[in-house]
């Protein structure tokens, strides 16, 4: 199964979220449009594991996250990745402190299970669309982008494919304490 970890969003979020959609549609031409169903933040893309691999996973990162208190995700600014001469555009999230020591802890299981990595610096962000002709990149990467999420679980994904459509399914939640230790 192809799996990845991350963080899952409210629906209200999520709303909030297909506003800036709608404003990249209008500084845009073509392109694929996120499904709003799978919006969410990746903290780390595993890819193709086994079953007993994604057993010892979730176990693992159960036991590493098991004092980690919940935090605020919060908007930053938009951007993009370029691939192909196409544009990958995004709405950001702060690398906060509590995010970063949470992404670290989940790539830190990741190696220790002797798992791939990318090996590219993190950069917290959620996928807007996938191979876009951006007409106003100004427009898009000034905009400002204000969220206050609060996360209380990391959710392991599957990503597949469901009636032809790129699907992002949660198949398991590690919930994060509920105060400050």
């Known amino acids: ?44 893309f595993i890819g193709e594991i086994s079953e007993t691999d994604y057993v010892q996973l979730f ?17 930053g600014e938009c951007g993009y990745f370029i691939k192909k001469n196409r544009y990958i555009p995004w709405v950001g999230v702060l690398s906060t402190a509590d995010l970063l020591a949470v992404f670290k802890k989940v790539e830190a299981v990741i190696k220790e299970m002797g798992l791939a990595v ?23 990467c000034h905009q400002p982008v204000a969220f206050n999420e609060c996360v209380s679980q990391v959710t392991l994904f599957q990503s597949h494919q469901v009636d032809g459509q790129l699907a992002y399914t949660p198949l398991n939640h590690i919930l994060l304490n509920k105060q400050k230790s």
């Open 1 to 44: 199964m192809r799996v990845f970890v991350g963080i899952q969003f409210s629906s209200a979020l999520k709303d909030d979220l297909e506003d800036y959609q709608a404003k990249l549609a209008d500084w845009s031409e073509k392109g694929r449009l996120t499904r709003k169903e799978n919006f969410h933040l990746t903290l780390c």
């Open 59 to 75: 176990k693992q990162l159960s036991e590493k996250l098991a004092k980690t208190d919940r935090f605020s995700l919060l908007g």
């Open 118 to 140: 990318e090996d590219r610096p993190y950069t917290p962000h959620v996928t807007m669309a996938r191979q876009v002709v951006l007409l106003d990149e100004e427009k898009w």
